[in-house]
């Protein structure tokens, strides 16, 4: 038996609604397709406006151009996330002030962030990890206290909830990752999720390399000509085809996801409990995406061999983010402060195969292997 780490799942109608979208004879971006996908959060989720862009690291890249980040602006970000959360705001030109996580999970540490806000602090960027929400509350409060914008890196949050409130409709505005290995997926997409009605007007302009194309198009204005700053942040017709037939089978994606992950919980627990590693934590205002399956093992040792030990009954797990303010990159840009927590997670967290077509007998394989 091989087990991958993760296997892109089809439902089956990719392949026809993309054919539907050439035989359209549109396949540029925001046609049909791209507003049945938009209509589907907005309604679902209630989000003020969604637009769909090629990755979430553009939806990102697109967050900092609306909070009109200037070189010199400070951006706080945790230092245990994907590359992109940082990226986006540094090619914008800000500083990245790094935030250490919190014990009890990856996320963000709230309790930390005021200490780390000054008078260039523009924006603070909550990445809900595994899919777990960050402490929403307190992030605003301190947002609104400071007079700082939100960004909430939801790249792995589709369909999750903080206190019953969907992930991506809490801050200002949010980005989502259609990413392959993600758990709604179009290979690559993402999209951006706006709370605060100010930024729409200008999203579309940006989306749009600058123009007021979309406001041409619905007849709200004349002409259409070259108005604001840009790219060609959207997706291609046949791109958001894909994505819509995994959107209609949203529901049992992730019913089939979350039976894994609680399949996993419950066989590795008695492991936990004897302190061999730490399972997930979903706080009480959060909810269980069921995006990834970790563990946290008592150190790197311990991680590098049991990483060894399943590769060597075929099973591929990986381990994840290394710490951003010691990356090669940032390193000399850090302003030095230790992150212990982040770098417990860098050394000791590792993931286990999650992906829709993985079966219960592989899952009960895989923690046979665990626990030996
Ligand atoms: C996957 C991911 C991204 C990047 O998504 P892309 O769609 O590949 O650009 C950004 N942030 C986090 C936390 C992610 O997991």
């Not at 505005?173 to 007007?201: P, Q, V, Y």
């Not at 958001?240 to 037939?245: G, T, V």
């Not at 230790?338 to 009960?364: G, I, K, M, N, Q």
Request: glycine share 6%; net charge negative.
């Amino acid at each position: 038996m091989n087990i991958p780490f993760n296997k892109p799942y089809l439902t089956g109608k990719e392949a026809h609604y993309m054919y539907q979208a050439v035989y359209n004879g549109k396949l540029s971006g925001n046609g049909e397709f791209t507003k049945r996908c938009q209509r589907f959060f907005e309604e679902k989720y209630g989000f003020k406006k969604c637009l769909l862009t090629t990755s979430c690291t553009d939806a990102l890249e697109m967050c900092a151009i609306l909070c009109d980040i200037k070189p010199g602006d400070e951006v706080i970000v945790p230092s245990y996330t994907f590359v992109s959360s940082a990226l986006a705001f540094v090619r914008a030109g800000a500083r990245i002030v790094f935030a250490d996580s919190m014990k009890r999970n990856p996320n963000i540490d709230a309790e930390q962030i005021e200490a780390l806000i000054t008078p260039k602090t523009k924006v603070i960027v909550p990445v809900h990890y595994a899919g777990v929400a960050c402490d929403m509350d307190k992030i605003m409060a301190i947002a609104d206290k400071h007079n700082l914008l939100v960004v909430e890196d939801a790249a792995q949050a589709i369909d999750s909830y903080y206190k019953g409130r969907p992930l991506g409709t809490i801050g200002h505005l949010s980005a989502f990752s259609f990413h392959e290995t993600k758990n709604i997926i179009s290979g690559e997409g993402g999209m951006l999720g706006i709370n605060d009605e100010r930024f729409i007007r200008r999203a579309e302009i940006i989306w749009e390399k600058g123009t007021n194309r979309a406001e041409f198009f619905r007849g709200e204005v004349n002409k259409y000509g070259w108005v604001d700053t840009g790219s060609s942040f959207l997706t291609s017709e046949v791109v958001a085809a894909f994505l819509w037939a995994q959107l209609e089978n949203m529901d049992d994606i992730q019913a089939k996801r979350k039976l894994l992950w609680n399949k996993y919980y419950e066989l590795l627990e008695p492991e936990s409990e004897k302190g061999a590693f730490v399972l997930p934590d979903v706080p009480d205002y959060a909810t269980n995406n069921a995006h990834m399956f970790y563990l946290v093992c008592n150190n790197l040792e311990e991680r590098t061999a049991l990483i060894k030990k399943l590769k060597e009954n075929d099973i591929l797990a990986v381990f994840h983010y290394l710490s951003l303010h010691s990356s090669e990159y940032y390193k000399d840009k850090h302003d030095g402060r230790a992150l212990p927590e982040c770098d417990r997670y860098a050394d000791c967290l590792v993931r286990l195969p999650l992906f829709y077509e993985l079966t219960e007998a592989d899952v009960e394989q895989i923690c046979k292997v665990i626990k030996e």
